[in-house]
């Protein structure tokens, strides 16, 4: 508010003033609503079930993983051959098939290794029978050829009975090749963009609800008899953003809290090219432009529509173009120094998305002043558009109007016979 | 006020021109607004002296909300030029305005005291002051127990005087109603009327819009008269009604006699009753010839005009109509 006046008493607001008038009552009014306790909650169902669909989906893996061959065999026999697989084991790991004794064999006794495979609910995927010296492997084909070889080392093994002497291979470890640096940059460039296009999209559409209530409470003519309608765009859009970034604060917390506390789970990204802080620090920012860039979008398509289900019929093309949009800063990403990848970072809808891929691979910070700049000069053209546009569109009254009548291919003719 | 004088020129539509050493609260010159084709407003003047009580009479769809909208600068006009306290951008003096619109609107969780600082802190009140005078104004109109209930917890009329209270809490020296009591039952049209005179003895300048001729007839020192999105009539209630001539109410004992001849030609009689306009010439000449022609006067009274004959002699009789169609409230109070 204007800090001239006198105490007391009303002076005339700038528009940035009125803009805060509106974004104070916005984003107190959201925050202390119980909508806003379960717009916090609203990540967590997601979480919810893809922890479910994941210990569902790894139990069901669980039981049909880990083929094993069954052992038909003599004792005596199958005792060679597990511990010659638990000697090779021991090397190459999960390269060497799980064994299992099946059925030992009597003395003398014949018995078909297809009917060890039938109707039993292990994973028996093959039956090695015979012996060391004679291995005989019955399955699937794709299965057993895919196990000749190990099956074959094993049976050398337990026929050889001790471990042929292996070289000791010496290890020199690096940090990192550039190859793999690269590849681990363009991970953590893929994972910033698809972060901040998820929670753009997420959140923009707050907006979009946030104005059709107020053209509901009919409030919005005190409003613009008020103040200019720019700063009440200005104010709803960065009211949304305050309330998007609490949200994103708390998400934020929350899911740092519970990898702190099961560090295992930790993701392993590769260091961007301007480090962590800087790329949080320009996520941020950027997070902020695509936010009030969209935003401003959905207000303009906002200010068209009257009721939810318009603003879910209008707001969709805007939600298509924007996946386009995303699309292209993902693909652009992949081809550095290309037409593609200028053209990504000047539009200004796929620019945020470009340039927080860009600080993941580039350690140049200048090139964020003029895009952040530039991108904000956008939000603000956007928001001169949509607020006369709103005034063009929104604020109609006066007599009804005649509807014209329309020719209709289906209209009947006059004197037509039924 | 800066520069007034380029739009006094044709300030009035039918009545008499503004007090040139009167300062204007607004001004209009030929404002036109069409919405897809339609033309809602179509060369509206207007002159609103500051400290006036103003009415602005118009069936529904005759152009009066888009009108104060123009004013108002919530909507540009195509065409024409508009001044609110001196000022070319509304939005300059909007401290110094007021403004409660047909259609009312306040946040349902608000609680009433906080939706009063609100509407005083969007016309640059501080939101303590706000406070501060919203619940001094709750109580001194009645609704101190309201002060901390949310707006979706108070009855319509109950909301509608905490969105009038809200108009008027940063103190604007112009007050805009559009059609203020329209949702208000008749006492609170009452309190209303009376808050509009006591705005008027402050000095502050009211306008309002209605439909009902008769809030216009008590409150107004002018009016404009919009029908059609053009204003035919546009100065003082006095002015309007001495449009219609008088008329004369005549009851006698003679029911024939040469005293008829003294009758204009478009008396009409009603029962024992005559009705006609009173003659240019006065009331003497006619009193005279009454006596000599032994019509045995029992009564004559003469009617001035109302506001609601002036206005079905202005806007037509089609405008009257119209207004005698748009709702309950139009023989209320």
């Known amino acids: ?418 | 006020m800066t520069g007034n004088a380029p739009l006094r020129e044709s300030a009035a539509q039918g009545g008499v021109s503004p007090d040139p050493a009167r300062p204007l609260a607004i001004e209009a010159r030929g404002l036109i607004k069409s919405f897809d084709g339609t033309r809602a407003v179509d060369g509206v003047d207007l002159s609103v002296p500051e400290g006036a009580v103003y009415g602005i009479l118009g069936p529904n769809g005759a152009g009066k909300t888009t009108t104060l909208r123009m004013v108002l600068g919530i909507i540009d006009p195509d065409a024409g030029v508009r001044r609110i306290l001196g000022h070319d951008r509304p939005h300059e003096v909007a401290h110094a305005i007021g403004y409660l619109p047909e259609e009312r609107g306040l946040y349902p969780a608000m609680k009433a005291v906080e939706a009063i600082a609100f509407l005083g802190a969007l016309r640059g009140l501080p939101l303590k002051e706000g406070r501060r005078r919203g619940r001094e104004l709750l109580e001194r109109h009645g609704l101190g127990h309201a002060a901390d209930r949310q707006i979706r917890q108070l009855s319509k009329g109950m909301a509608q005087q905490v969105q009038i209270l809200g108009t008027l809490v940063h103190r604007p020296r112009l007050v805009i109603f559009d059609e203020p009591f329209s949702g208000l039952d008749a006492l609170n049209q009452g309190r209303l009327e009376a808050m509009m005179r006591d705005l008027a003895a402050q000095g502050t300048t009211v306008i309002f819009s209605t439909h009902v001729i008769a809030h216009a007839e008590r409150l107004c020192d002018e009016v404009a008269i919009i029908a059609g999105g053009k204003v035919p009539f546009a100065g003082s209630v006095d002015v309007a009604r001495d449009r219609i001539p008088a008329q004369v109410r005549l009851e006698t004992r003679a029911r024939e006699g040469a005293w008829r001849a003294a009758l204009p030609e478009d008396a009409r009689r009603e029962g024992r009753f005559w009705y006609f306009p009173l003659p240019e010439s006065g009331i003497e000449p006619l009193l005279r010839a009454l006596i000599e022609g032994e019509a045995g006067i029992l009564s004559l009274s003469i009617e001035r005009a109302g506001l609601h004959d002036a206005f079905v002699a202005i806007a037509g009789e089609a405008a009257a109509r119209a207004m005698g169609q748009d709702g309950p409230e139009e023989t209320g109070s």
């Open chain 1, 1 to 418: 508010m204007s800090d001239t006046r006198e105490p007391g008493h009303s002076g005339r607001l700038s528009t940035l003033s009125a803009a805060w008038v509106i974004a104070r009552r916005d984003f107190v009014a959201i925050l202390f609503s119980r909508a806003f306790f379960f717009f916090l909650l609203g990540p967590l169902f997601p979480v919810l079930v893809g922890i479910l669909a994941g210990s569902v989906g790894q139990r069901v893996q669980q039981t049909a993983q880990s083929p094993e061959i069954g052992l038909v065999m003599a004792e005596t026999e199958a005792r060679r051959i597990l511990a010659a697989r638990e000697v090779l084991a021991a090397r190459l790991g999960d390269a060497v098939p799980r064994m299992t004794l099946v059925h030992a064999l009597a003395e003398g006794e014949d018995y078909e290794p297809r009917s060890a495979l039938e109707g039993r609910a292990a994973n028996i995927a093959a039956i090695l029978s015979g012996t060391a010296e004679a291995p005989q492997l019955t399955g699937p084909r794709t299965r057993i050829e895919s196990w000749r070889g190990p099956v074959a080392m094993v049976a050398a093994q337990a026929q050889a009975g001790e471990l042929a002497p292996w070289p000791e291979v010496r290890l020199e470890t690096t940090t990192s090749s550039s190859a793999t640096e690269r590849r681990g940059r363009l991970t953590t460039a893929q994972g910033a963009q698809t972060l901040l296009f998820l929670l753009t999209m997420m959140l923009a559409g707050m907006v979009l609800s946030n104005l059709v209530e107020e053209k509901g409470n009919k409030i919005i003519e005190v409003l613009a008899a008020a103040i200019p309608m720019e700063a009440v765009f200005m104010g709803k859009l960065f009211a949304m953003l305050g309330v998007s970034l609490v949200g994103i604060a708390t998400w934020g917390a929350t899911v740092g809290a519970v990898l702190l506390a099961g560090s295992s789970v930790l993701p392993t990204l590769t260091t961007p090219a301007v480090g962590w802080p800087m790329l949080v620090a320009l996520g941020v920012v950027y997070f902020a432009t695509a936010y009030l860039l969209l935003g401003s979008v959905f207000l303009a398509v906002g200010s068209l529509a009257t009721t939810v289900r318009e603003v879910q019929t209008l707001s969709m093309p805007v939600t298509m173009v924007q996946l386009l949009v995303f699309f292209l800063a993902s693909y652009a990403m992949t081809q550095p120094g290309t037409a593609i990848e200028y053209f990504a970072l000047i539009f200004p809808f796929s620019a945020p998305f470009a340039m927080l891929a860009r600080a993941a691979q580039d350690p140049a910070l200048l090139p964020h002043v003029p895009a952040v700049l530039a991108q904000c000069a956008w939000v603000l053209l956007l928001v001169r558009l949509g607020s006369a546009l709103f005034r063009k569109r929104v604020m109609k009254s006066g007599p009804a109007r005649v509807k014209k009548p329309r020719r209709s291919l289906f209209r009947r003719k006059a004197g037509a016979k039924v």
